[in-house]
């Protein structure tokens, strides 16, 4: 058996493992037909993209290599986490009041989405430099493994808190605005790439005629550009589709309470 084959059955384990954990939870009675849904759709996704053929063709082809990872982290993630899953985080239990302050305000502070903008920023530009491209491309088995498992927690760290229905610590003006954030350094790092008149990713585009290795180069910076403007703009629609339902659940919210004073009220004057 050789390596690429043990990582396709590794893959397809951990995709089985986590379904078959996400529909026997409990959670999942409450969970809609759209929650499921999205969540089949996303964790095919990934393993579309992690496992061969695709794989295989993301460690040779420079345009479906980017794809690959444009798909794991826009894509697939959000999808999952759109789903509802129980991801089994749990706050630790202090006796002491400032330890658990601390531990408040910390990971408070993780889940911000500046900050978090910033960790997938950084992940973002470091997957696209040159070094890292053409190291993907001598390290094919290293490669797959930071696509399928370092990539979606890096877009969970991000995408989780900007995706949650409720208001929580972060109002979704937030949210909508870290998205739009995204989508600059996004579209600038396929735009960069688009416009480039020299080969920068050589060991991904070895071949001898200039002008198609070029051509395949600015290929995967034009869909690199226009495909993140797509989805980003995608999550920004969902980001305020949600705000307004959450804004819709707060005006029935006063409603019932102030219908309810009002109850109140005319049976004290009865």
Known sequence: MTVATGLNMFFISLWALHG?????????????????????????????????PLANLSTTNLSAHMMTQLAIMMIATPLVLLSKPSLGISSPKMENLKTNQIWVRTKTSSQHPIFTWAIFVAALIAIHMPNIVNWAYLNPIGSRLTQALLLPVIAALYFQPILQSQKHEFSFAL???????????????????????????RDFLPGTNLDISLSQQQLA??????????????????????????????????????????????????
């Open 221 to 270: 910076g034009a869909l690199m550009w226009s495909m993140s403007m797509i989805v980003d703009s995608i999550w920004i629609a969902v980001a305020v589709q949600r705000w307004f339902e959450s804004e819709k659940q707060e005006g029935q919210k006063i409603n019932a309470e102030i219908y309810a004073e009002n109850e109140a009220l005319g049976l004290e004057q009865n």
């Open 20 to 52: 078959s954990r996400y529909f026997l939870q409990q959670e999942n009675r409450n969970r809609t037909k759209t929650a499921r849904a999205s969540y089949v759709l996303g964790a095919s996704t990934w393993l579309f993209c992690s496992c061969d």
């Open 175 to 201: 949210r909508i605005m870290s998205l739009f954030l995204m989508m600059i350094p996004e579209t600038m790092i396929g735009f960069f790439i688009y416009i480039q008149n020299r080969i920068i990713y």
